[in-house]
C-alpha cells in the first residue's frame, strides 16, 4: 500500500512572493520542513501539484520552474534529508499571455487530472492518503478522487468555511497545528 500526501506548493509549503521562481525567493512556511519530515517518517510519500499560471503569463518559463523545484528539493534533502518524490504542475491560464499555454484546462486545480496522473503513477491508496494545502481548489479535487483527510491552512488569509460542508476537511492556522493532529493518531 502506497499513501501520500498531496501539497500545494505556494502558501503551503512555500511563501508566496508573487510568481516565485528566484532561488533567492524560497522561504520555507514555518515549520513546514517538521511536517514534510513527519510526514515521511508515517510512510507518506511528498507529492506536489501545483498551479503556475506565470508560465502561461509569461514570467518564466517551465524550465526554469522545474529548475526551482529541484533546488527546493536539494534544499530539503541538505535541511531534512527528505525529498519532494514528484512535482506535477499545470502551467495554464485562460488569460495567458502565450498562447500555448492560455487556455481552460482539467490539470489546472480545481480540476483533477494531475491528481488522477499521480494516484496511477504511484499506485497511490486514496484511502489511505491525504491533501494539505491553503484553499479549498487544493483540497477539493483531492477529495473527488477518495482522498478523505485534508487540512486547510489559514495560514495566509485564506477565506474560512464551515466544517459542516467538508467534514473530512481539518482547518488549521499552521504547520505545527498538523503536526499536532498527525502525532496525536
Not at 517518517?41 to 520552474?65: C, D, F, H, P, W
Not at 479549498?136 to 486547510?152: E, H, R, S
Request: hydrophobic content about 35%.
Amino acid at each position: 500500500m502506497i499513501k501520500a500526501a498531496f501539497l500545494d506548493r505556494d502558501n503551503t509549503l512555500i511563501k508566496d512572493k508573487g510568481y516565485t521562481f528566484h532561488f533567492d525567493d524560497l522561504i520555507w512556511e514555518q515549520n513546514a520542513i517538521s511536517g514534510l519530515s513527519l510526514l515521511t517518517s508515517l510512510g507518506y510519500k511528498l507529492i506536489v501539484i501545483t498551479n503556475q499560471s506565470g508560465i502561461a503569463r509569461g514570467y518564466y518559463t517551465e524550465k526554469k520552474m522545474k529548475a526551482f523545484h529541484t533546488f527546493m528539493n536539494d534544499d530539503l534533502k541538505q535541511k531534512a534529508g527528505i525529498i519532494i518524490e514528484k512535482f506535477y504542475h499545470c502551467p495554464h491560464h485562460p488569460d495567458g499571455k502565450l498562447k500555448r499555454y492560455s487556455k481552460r484546462c482539467i490539470c489546472r486545480k480545481p480540476g483533477d487530472e494531475l491528481f488522477q496522473k499521480a494516484i496511477i503513477d504511484f499506485s497511490i491508496a486514496t484511502n489511505h492518503s491525504l491533501v494539505i494545502g491553503n484553499n479549498l481548489t487544493d483540497i477539493i479535487p483531492a477529495i473527488n478522487q477518495g482522498i478523505n483527510k485534508g487540512y486547510l491552512l489559514y495560514n495566509n488569509d485564506s477565506i474560512r468555511f464551515k466544517n459542516k460542508e467538508w467534514p473530512y476537511i481539518k482547518a488549521v492556522d499552521n504547520w505545527l497545528e498538523i503536526i499536532e493532529r498527525l502525532n496525536a493518531k
